[in-house]
């Protein structure tokens, strides 16, 4: 096992490569050259001018200012100088709650250290139950609970810090859900106008053979709503319209690639063979090659949308549906709408940066044969996975393979080589592993169907802790415990198995630790560094920059990234509650973390990152109800551990706290979570009612008009040189408020004259004469 010292020598290295890091990126970010790497949201926001536009050709590169470097690590004030409601109105609402996890975290964990410090560790520490029963164990395991006695009263003390953890746990956990739900109703009630705000995703239309979908919407709303609809854009599966403009623009970054390289040395004009990855093929000119590629996609771009805008078969049975007020869009987004629950399904539009445009092209009857297959991929991958986990953990657990493969121990008894193997190695080895699991869980989820990025990050990130529960929380405890345990669990009986495995599963703290040392304090150190953004923006600088627009887009950091971001969090909750009372030595590191995280992510949001969506902390309760998740594991395991200690006094005193923790979640459940459902119809009137007396004459129509139109559409329309054309394609799929009457004659028809028509229905007509004076 690997000792104090070993775990002494593992944070040595940790501390140095973080600090390592930390003056790197120390040093880097006073280089004006690196300026945009370090600070790209100031210049997204136009806040920001390059240092390298003015004074001398040295100083354009290099920071010359010896003063600058004295002060090389007030970036770290720096980052908590700014106030939160600032910070809101800089990054947005999910930004700032996205930080308040890392807070919630030392909140929590703060004064769970000093009680089980002041308690537990001295409980532990003087015992010698180790040494009696001969188990494989280090001075790490004799502050643990594996060094109680069987049977023994001191159990009681582990009993109670479990109370006190789950009820401070519990406090705190109440206190944050309603802190964040008031600062989301606040958010709501004072943003400015949003096309979300007034906008439903209507999904599912039912088809009709006298009516277009457009027709059938119009006609819907304008009976169901007719004093608050206002507009609609149906949805378009414009999916190959986007891969001829994706591709187009990949043929223009290398049209300029080439003329940049030209203008360098115009004495050769660049060549390329046009087969695969240009390694075969015809030798070409390449500038006249990608602007013979460009105007041909051009075509098939103008060809694509007049089809996209043409054929029916592209209109999808779904549309975004606009209203005059925020009351309305409430009412029409939190109701049924039909008879057939599965037909006019309605709810709350994303905002357009946050819709996923792809998905909406996907029918909503595939949806559930979608999910399923994805659910039963994910089991396969998170069961395959294991493989590599008990490869990570016969590192971690190298003494127990010197008893079946002594050929190994001249070389691993040599003291350096164990620290590192031990303290280090196995950390950074599952790190590795883990690396493309994101993006292989982003892919099942688009596949899914889910049709906005907040709800895609959200459904990664739940999949993403699964599988870092099962995968390198539990694989890493029962693959860890057999192969250390290996010679103990060959001489005992099955019978006494469970308690072999009670006594070692305190013991994988030590794995723990090095996990949080290299992936919580360097991985986090190394976060700020931007190491990786800071190549490739100077690859693409040097390459693909030509204009301004060039720089903007080659420096663009892009979002935090919630679906890595929150679970690996969520991972550390899950560790650190359930060794709080098993093994409290771990908890300092879990502290360290949070707050080297809570640091460097608060100058990255303030400076780096910039947001792509605002679903104003839709995500809380997926973030709550993870951590009552740990909190009950961590029971459960307690009391699974006390079983194999004979501690039958005191176990049943457990029982009670998984119990009271789901009632409490299920109180939280119903007292705060409808805020981040559903919007107040309250809130809702108020927030119109205020509008409506500022701005008596707001034009809302033009302002919802094109919220919803494609972006690609845009993208299209700014390479087209038909202006005429585009007009009309525009006005007709984002059409105004006067509606078309039905052509249905079992239907009531559409009470109001028709543009296409310039006619109203004859029983209406009929109606309003009889109610003329």
Not at 117 to 139: C, F, G, H, M, R
Not at 588 to 598: E, G, N, R, W
Request: proline share 6%.
């Amino acid at each position: 096992m690997a000792t104090l010292g070993d775990i002494g020598l593992a944070a040595a290295i940790n501390i140095i490569t973080a600090f390592i890091f930390l003056i790197a990126f120390a040093i880097l970010r006073l280089q004006p050259f690196n300026d945009r790497v370090y600070f790209p949201k100031w210049y997204l926001k136009g806040l920001r001018t390059s240092p390298t536009t003015s004074g001398a050709f040295a100083s354009k590169f290099v920071n010359l200012d010896y003063r600058s470097y004295l002060r090389f690590l007030n970036w770290m004030p720096d980052a908590l100088k700014m106030p939160e409601l600032e910070l809101i109105d800089h990054a947005g609402l999910d930004s700032a709650v996205y930080l308040r996890i890392y807070l919630l975290g030392l909140k929590i964990f703060i004064p769970i250290l000093f009680l089980t410090w002041a308690i537990l560790v001295p409980v532990n520490w003087t015992n010698n139950w180790l040494e009696l029963s001969k188990a494989t164990y280090s001075d790490i395991d004799k502050l643990s609970i594996s060094n109680i006695p069987q049977g023994s009263h001191r159990f009681y003390a582990h009993v109670v810090m479990a109370y006190a953890v789950t009820f401070w746990t519990c406090f705190a956990l109440k206190r944050e859900y309603e802190t964040v739900a008031k600062m989301r109703l606040h958010f709501l009630q004072s943003e400015k106008r949003r096309p979300d705000q007034f906008t439903v995703l209507v999904k599912n239309v039912p088809p009709d053979a006298d009516e277009s979908v457009s027709e059938a919407v119009e006609h819907f709303f304008l009976v169901n709503h007719p004093d608050h609809y206002l507009t609609h854009q149906v949805v378009l599966n414009a999916n190959k319209l986007a891969k001829l403009v994706e591709e187009k623009k990949s043929k223009q970054n290398w049209l300029v690639y080439y003329q940049n390289k030209y203008e360098r040395n115009q004495s050769k004009r660049p060549m390329m063979k046009t087969g695969f990855l240009g390694l075969w093929g015809e030798k070409v000119d390449a500038i006249e090659h990608h602007i013979a590629e460009i105007e041909k996609l051009s075509n098939e771009i103008a060809e694509e949308k007049d089809n996209v805008r043409n054929n029916p078969k592209a209109i999808m049975p779904a549309a975004f549906v606009s209203f005059k007020t925020r009351w309305g869009a409430a009412v029409c987004a939190q109701t049924q709408q039909a008879r057939n629950p599965t037909l006019w399904l309605t709810e709350w539009a994303p905002e357009p940066r946050d819709v996923y445009w792809p998905n909406l092209a996907i029918p909503y009857v595939s949806l559930t044969v979608r999910r399923l297959l994805m659910s039963v991929a994910f089991f396969f991958l998170t069961f395959f996975f294991i493989i590599p986990v008990a490869f990570v953990q016969s590192l971690a657990n190298i003494e127990g393979l010197e008893k079946t493969a002594s050929f190994l121990k001249p070389i691993i008894e040599i003291k350096p080589i164990k620290a590192f193997i031990q303290g280090f190695l196995p950390g950074i080895a599952l790190k590795i592993f883990l690396i493309l699991l994101p993006t292989i869980l982003m892919i099942m989820s688009k596949f899914e169907g889910f049709l906005s990025i907040s709800r895609l990050e959200r459904r990664s990130a739940s999949r993403y802790y699964l599988f870092n529960f099962f995968n390198v929380f539990l694989a890493s405890v029962i693959t860890g415990t057999v192969l250390e345990q290996l010679q103990t669990f060959l001489k005992k009986s099955v019978n006494d198995l469970p308690a072999t495995i009670g006594v070692a599963i305190p013991m994988k703290a030590t794995f723990f630790i090095t996990y949080i040392m290299v992936d919580g304090w360097s991985g986090t150190a190394g976060e700020i560094l931007r190491l990786k953004p800071l190549i490739i923006y100077h690859l693409k600088n040097f390459f693909l920059v030509k204009t301004e627009k060039d720089r903007e887009e080659a420096m663009d950091p892009g979002s935090i990234g919630f679906d890595t971001g929150e679970p690996q969090i969520q991972l550390y909750f899950l560790i650190g509650l359930i060794y709080a009372v098993v093994t409290p030595l771990l908890t300092p590191f879990i502290l360290v973390f949070f707050a080297l995280a809570y640091v460097v992510y608060r100058h990255q949001i303030i400076n780096v990152y910039n947001q792509e969506y605002e679903s104003s902390a839709a995500f809380w309760p997926d973030v709550h109800g993870r951590i009552i998740g740990a909190l009950v594991i961590s029971q459960l395991l307690l009391m699974g551990l006390l079983g194999t200690k004979e501690a039958a006094s005191s176990t049943p005193f457990l029982l009670a706290l998984p119990v009271m923790t789901i009632g409490f979640h299920k109180y939280c459940k119903g007292r705060f979570e409808p805020a981040f459902i559903r919007n107040p119809l309250q809130e809702a009137m108020m927030k119109d009612t205020l509008e409506r007396a500022r701005e008596p004459n707001l034009n809302l129509k033009g302002y919802l008009d094109k919220a919803y139109l494609p972006p690609i559409f845009k993208e299209a329309e700014s390479d087209s040189e038909d202006d005429d054309d585009d007009d009309d394609g525009d006005k007709k799929w984002a059409k105004d408020n006067v509606l078309v009457p039905t052509k249905r004659q079992s239907r009531r028809n559409t009470p109001v004259p028709s543009k296409m028509s310039n006619g109203s229905s004859p029983n209406l007509l009929e109606i309003q004469e009889k109610d003329r004076p």
